[in-house]
């Protein structure tokens, strides 16, 4: 039993270079997050779904675009990439809504130059 | 604004008994999270707190208090392996997550 598996682990970019970040889950949950993690500060939400074909915007949204074509994939992408959105990029999952516990992925390393 | 503070950093002696507390100011209150981070790994889910008071699991407990804004997780009998950091996370009145900026809890032998 997988969890949540991200793929890549680890990547580095150009400045104004595009990439997309996959995200699956094998629990069958319904909700979907994507999170940046940088030093000194909180998770941060990016995008939220709460179910096949929804998606939301999380805290720090710009940037970024997400899609949610299957219940279990999640993807991340990054239109233009620039130097402040090198972060470490977690996925994660839950049964239902946040009062439920989140299943995290083992992280993304995105660098960008 | 909405604020979770936790301390940076704390040292604790293999086998003893260590807290960390977390003070949150939030738009409203619907449950507290703790999570555990090695480095370099996801998080991982410890504890929720809704009521206040005492939730103890085996070696680790979490309690919180609303009227004062304050939750602590107690770690006892530690084990090197404890070392990690600890993730503090408020679920606000819109029922989304404010997370704190974790404690790295380092153990000595």
């Known amino acids: 039993n997988a969890g949540v598996t991200q793929t890549p682990k680890f990547r580095v970019l150009k400045t104004g270079q595009s990439m997309t970040l996959l995200c699956a889950q094998d629990?069958?949950?319904?909700?979907m997050y994507w999170y940046r993690q940088d030093p000194g500060m909180g998770l941060r939400l990016i995008h939220y779904s709460v179910g096949e074909g929804t998606t939301a915007k999380g805290e720090v949204p710009d940037g970024y675009n997400v899609s949610r074509l299957k219940k279990q994939n999640f993807l991340l992408g990054l239109e233009s990439a620039a130097p402040s959105q090198t972060s470490v990029y977690f996925c994660?999952?839950?049964?239902?809504?946040?009062?439920?516990?989140?299943?995290f992925g083992d992280g993304t390393r995105l660098s960008i130059l | 604004g909405q604020n979770i503070d936790q301390p940076t950093e704390m040292t604790a002696t293999e086998g003893a008994i260590v807290q960390i507390n977390c003070t949150y100011q939030?738009?409203?209150?619907?449950?507290l999270f703790w999570y555990q981070q090695h480095a370099g790994e996801a998080p991982t889910f410890l504890s929720y707190n809704v009521l206040d008071g005492l939730e103890e699991k085996g070696r680790f407990s979490s309690f919180l208090s609303r009227s004062k804004g304050y939750s602590y997780l107690l770690l006892k009998e530690l084990q090197m392996k404890d070392s990690a950091s600890y993730l503090c996370?408020?679920?606000?009145?819109?029922?989304?997550?404010?997370w704190g900026a974790g404690t790295k809890l380092i153990i000595k032998p």
């Open positions: 994660a999952s839950s049964y239902g809504d946040s009062a439920q516990p989140q299943h």
């Open positions: 996370a408020v679920r606000d009145s819109n029922y989304q997550l404010i």
């Open positions: 939030t738009s409203g209150f619907n449950g």
């Open positions: 629990m069958n949950h319904e909700y």
